[in-house]
């Protein structure tokens, strides 16, 4: 059973930028500290990615906030987890789950079965996403979500997001 780590927008914006919080900044250690328990070339980065003209799309009218414009400081990744990444393993992402990452694993999963962890943010948007694409496409494979390497938006949405996990048979470690 090879184990993958998926790092879920571990970015700019998203710990101390335009949409960054507290609790995002409180978990980088945490998620550095995970990254480097797994071999490098089992962990996939996901990099949420928007273009310049992100408030006339339909996630900027709903989210009026301009973030992780593609090339912008915001939108690059911490620079303690782009360290332990490996650039062929980051995969831009135009919305909230990445396809290209669930393809990517699937693809994976047929050489040898996988066990997926899940961390970064945002819990209740970005990482559950990403947790029910691939409990979807492997329902078979144990897919779970380190919640003490995650944030949400508010603490409130992050707990509601890793009950909706749990009550779709992701397992959620404290």
């Not at 980065?45 to 310049?52: A, I, K, N």
């Not at 003209?53 to 009026?64: D, S």
């Not at 078979?140 to 509601?160: F, Q, W």
């Amino acid at each position: 059973m090879r184990k993958i780590l998926v790092v879920v927008d571990m970015q700019k914006d998203f710990v101390d930028g335009s949409l960054g919080t507290k609790e995002a900044q409180s978990i980088v250690e945490s998620v550095v500290q995970k990254m480097k328990s797994y071999h490098k070339a089992d962990i996939y980065v996901t990099r949420d990615t928007h273009q310049e003209n992100y408030l006339e799309t339909a996630e900027g009218r709903n989210l009026p906030v301009v973030h992780c414009v593609k090339g912008t400081e915001g939108w690059q990744l911490h620079p303690e987890i782009e360290k332990l990444a490996d650039p062929s393993h980051i995969m831009d992402k135009p919305t909230f789950g990445s396809l290209r990452l669930m393809e990517q694993l699937v693809q994976e999963n047929q050489k040898e079965s996988l066990e997926i962890e899940l961390v970064g943010l945002c819990t209740d948007i970005c990482v559950v996403s990403n947790a029910l694409l691939l409990k979807a496409a492997m329902p078979e494979n144990t897919i779970r979500v380190d919640a003490s390497c995650c944030a949400g938006v508010t603490p409130e949405s992050h707990r509601a997001a890793l009950l909706t996990m749990k009550m779709c048979q992701i397992g959620i470690e404290e």
